[in-house]
């Protein structure tokens, strides 16, 4: 009998395996509690149980950390559940305490520190969106849990590690992060705690400074270095459809409530296709080449083939307002810059 319960208890992990199948995911939610402290309970323990679970079903890895959010955003949990199951998964939710023994699970006796909770909140609203790979991942990671510790006013000490590695924050972005019902709903979740939730105000701020002009890169470059300026490049006869392109994207993206989120906003075809960089390269690589100039950064052209004719525009743009040796047209755009810091912190500087 001892040797039955012996091997009983060494194939019970804190998390059920019986469902851990492609189509088959759990998520953890708290019971309702008069303090609201469940919540916190049930965030961390969708992190641990993430950690738990084979790297062969980073799925369940990328729903428990969904569950994160929708245990610290639960005005929008059932939208963003409703999103899981039209992606064909058959979510089961787990309430603790409730449900907690009977799924093998054993809810922490301390509650995770809030301010923690928060800082980590953000960082994984910020990875459904965020485009990491093998080289960036770590370093990405480190900065941007390093500066929501401080917006999050979190004091406690110690290394924070939120996916088990680069693979689950892929998965996590193109498992979720792809969904547009559930990116609109965090992303408008977010910006109306901004000035609301006295608990998520400024990490909420952080979040969405830096979500702004997500995926618009090559238009905000564009408009940053040559549009502000008003560049002679732009009168150029040979760049007449790259700007006609650009100006058509720029009218549409202006005419929303929310332009430095379009392209989060927006999914149908013809709303992102305005934002190709192909629809205007050239305009792109000049603007990209005169950042780089300001910031001290290399003025090479990634686009070997493009070289010659972005050199070009580019020393056409410098020449025609140099002045005394020091470049107007840097001037004006380095005012740019500091007058919209908080909006392109996250492109010029990297938030902390």
């Not at 923690?116 to 941007?144: C, D, H, P, T, W």
């Not at 040979?238 to 929310?258: C, H, P």
């Not at 090479?300 to 050199?311: F, I, L, P």
Request: a neutral charge; hydrophobic letters at 35%.
């Amino acid at each position: 009998m001892s040797n039955t319960n012996e091997q009983e208890n060494a194939t019970r992990t804190n998390v059920k395996r019986k469902r851990f199948t492609e189509m088959e995911v759990d998520m953890i939610m708290p019971d309702p509690s008069p303090k609201g402290n469940n919540y916190y309970s049930a965030f961390e323990m969708n992190l641990e149980c993430a950690k738990k679970v084979p790297s062969t079903n980073r799925d369940q890895r990328a729903t428990f950390y969904l569950g994160g959010i929708c245990c610290l955003f639960p005005g929008i949990a059932e939208e963003l559940q409703a999103a899981v199951r039209s992606m064909g998964r058959r979510l089961t939710i787990i309430k603790i305490p409730s449900d907690a023994a009977r799924n093998g699970l054993t809810v922490p006796p301390k509650i995770m520190d809030g301010p923690k909770a928060r800082a980590i909140f953000g960082y994984l609203v910020i990875m459904l969106y965020k485009n990491v790979n093998e080289s960036n991942f770590r370093e990405f990671s480190n900065k941007r849990l390093k500066a929501l510790r401080a917006v999050a006013s979190c004091i406690e000490k110690g290394y924070i590690s939120v996916f088990n590695d680069v693979e689950d924050a892929i998965c996590y972005r193109n498992s979720y992060g792809q969904n547009h019902q559930i990116r609109k709903a965090v992303l408008s979740t977010v910006l109306d705690t901004v000035n609301g939730d006295r608990h998520f105000s400024s990490v909420s701020l952080y979040v969405a400074n830096f979500l702004s002009w997500t995926d618009m890169a090559g238009y905000h470059v564009v408009e940053e270095c040559l549009v502000y300026p008003d560049s002679p490049v732009l009168k150029a006869p040979e760049l007449a459809t790259e700007v006609s392109n650009w100006k058509k994207a720029d009218q549409a993206i202006m005419e929303t409530d929310s332009p430095q989120y379009y392209r989060i906003l927006h999914e149908d075809p013809a709303s992102c296709s305005i934002l190709r960089r192909a629809n205007f390269p050239t305009l792109i690589a000049v603007a990209e080449k005169l950042k780089n100039r300001v910031l001290g950064g290399s003025n090479k052209v990634v686009n070997a083939e493009r070289s010659d004719q972005v050199d070009y525009y580019y020393d056409m743009h410098v020449k025609y307002y140099a002045s005394g040796g020091v470049c107007e047209a840097t001037k004006r755009i380095l005012d740019y810059f500091e007058a919209n810091s908080e909006s392109i912190a996250k492109h010029l500087f990297g938030w902390g």
